[in-house]
């Protein structure tokens, strides 16, 4: 049976660890971030945490209910972090503009935690606001509850899927990301028209887009087909 989660107030009033830190969610959590950027997925163990905060491992327990609960308040940390400060501006593509650029770029900021939590549905407090001001940006402007969560349901996944596709390929050893980008030069490239007609017309404009992500370029077809049916 896991342990029971101490009540935050309690939390506070626990002695510093052995090295003199005092314990909070928010400071396991950064921690977690680290170790998932240092490391990878991998690296992220109770074992690991406990070291790195100079506290038993088992201590962790009083904060979450395992390593699963622990990788819930990562994801919910990202989109916390991702939209800090945002407020709606009452133009409905610009304020989901706004926060799917966020979102996107928080979790490119930290890909390995991307990869980890972007399928995840967290249920906890930032993820809960996030979902809260897309689906009142979505009515405000006016469209009927229906499209609003057909839309909601869209924007969502993309920039969730968009954020992990990205993520994967950041996390690529630097070879292994080099050579990528080199075969639309090395191979596409060089593709003779007589047998690839239109990857030859097109190699010139491929090897300078798909380097980059097509995050914000569909986003914005998806805000443009969201438009037409208002």
């Known amino acids: 049976m896991p342990k029971p989660v101490v009540p935050e107030e309690k939390r506070r009033r626990r002695r510093p ?3 003199g830190t005092v314990l909070s969610e928010g400071l396991i ?8 950027r240092e490391h990878g997925s991998a690296g992220l163990t109770a074992r690991r945490l406990g070291l790195a905060l100079d506290c038993d491992p088992s201590t962790l327990y009083r904060y979450f209910r395992g390593m699963d609960d622990l990788t819930l308040a990562i994801g919910d940390a990202l989109i916390g972090q991702a939209l800090a400060g945002w407020a709606p501006t009452g133009e409905w593509r610009a304020d989901l503009r706004g926060i799917g650029l966020r979102i996107h770029a928080e979790y490119l900021a930290h890909p390995q935690a991307a990869l980890l939590t972007a399928n995840r549905v967290t249920g906890r407090a930032q993820e809960l606001a ?6 009142d940006v979505l009515r405000t402007a006016g469209f009927p509850l229906a499209e609003t969560v057909r839309v909601y ?4 996944d993309q920039t969730l899927a968009f954020a992990a596709l990205d993520a994967a390929s950041l996390t690529l050893p630097a070879d ?3 050579a990528d980008e080199a075969k639309w030069h090395s191979t596409y490239a060089r593709l003779p028209a007589a047998t690839h007609p239109r990857i030859a017309e097109a190699a010139p404009l491929l090897a300078r887009t798909m380097v980059t ?3 914000p370029t569909a986003l914005e077809m998806l805000l443009e087909s969201a438009e037409r049916s208002l």
């Open 130 to 135: 996030a979902d809260e001001a897309i689906l």
């Open 29 to 36: 959590v950064a921690t977690a971030l680290r170790l998932l």
């Open 153 to 156: 349901h869209a924007f969502i």
């Open 213 to 215: 992500s097509a995050y």
């Open 176 to 178: 292994s990301q080099r």
């Open 17 to 19: 660890t052995r090295g």
